[in-house]
Nanobody, 115 residues
């Protein structure tokens, strides 16, 4: 099984930057796709960025140009670099690992952007 641990969340001011990390266990990490999701209070959990095993990335329109997802397979880690943060980015951020029929979630890390 794969275990995911997010870190890097915290309290930042509008316009600030933050880098989230998702550290994964398991030897199949490099074969899987990773998605960063976020869930604000009272809202659905939405995909904000993803990266495939081949390095192809996707982004939600709301974060394009501000967020960058990357992966370091040697470290079994995926990153989400967040810049120009807005209060609307406030949410719990989760990473998700998908490979074949498997699908795993981390515990989430809180990101709060103050005005």
């Amino acid at each position: 099984q794969v275990q995911l641990v997010e870190s890097g969340g915290g309290l930042v001011q509008t316009g600030g930057s933050l880098r989230l990390s998702c550290a994964a266990s398991g030897s199949t990490f490099s074969f899987g796709a990773i998605g960063w999701y976020r869930q604000a209070p009272g809202k659905r959990r939405d995909l904000v960025a993803s990266i495939s095993s081949g390095g192809t990335t996707t982004y939600a329109d709301s974060v394009k140009g501000r967020f960058t997802i990357s992966r370091d397979n040697a470290k079994n880690t995926v990153y989400l670099q967040m810049s120009s943060l807005k209060p609307e980015d406030t949410a719990v951020y989760y990473c998700n690992y998908h490979f074949a029929w498997t699908n795993y979630w981390g515990q989430g890390t809180q990101v709060t952007v103050s005005t």
